[in-house]
């Protein structure tokens, strides 16, 4: 699924490769079988629910800002948004 408006070619990660990091990242936090599975169900509803789509669409925006620390497409970046947004849920 491309975004009408983003030109994915511009920054480090395409959508598909953003989804993809974020979900492992996301899934290698969990702490026990029972954890990874809701991990899994919740993965599964934002990503339906348009939540990871909106996110790259965020981290492109900011990439773009020349004031911006440009480490929204990093391992730390995304644990700190992405990632964190998926664990407060």
Sequence with gaps: MK???????KYPMTY?????????LFLGE???PK???????LLKEEKEDGML????ESA????DDPKSPDNEFTDE?????????????
């Design 16 to 24: 598909e490769e953003f989804e993809k990091r974020v979900s492992e």
């Design 77 to 89: 970046g995304l644990l700190m948004q992405p990632v964190r947004i998926l664990e407060m849920i």
């Design 30 to 32: 969990a702490d026990s």
């Design 3 to 9: 975004s009408e408006t983003i030109d994915e070619s």
């Design 35 to 41: 954890d990874l599975e809701f991990r899994r169900y």
């Design 53 to 56: 789509r909106r996110e790259y």
């Design 60 to 63: 492109c925006y900011y990439y």
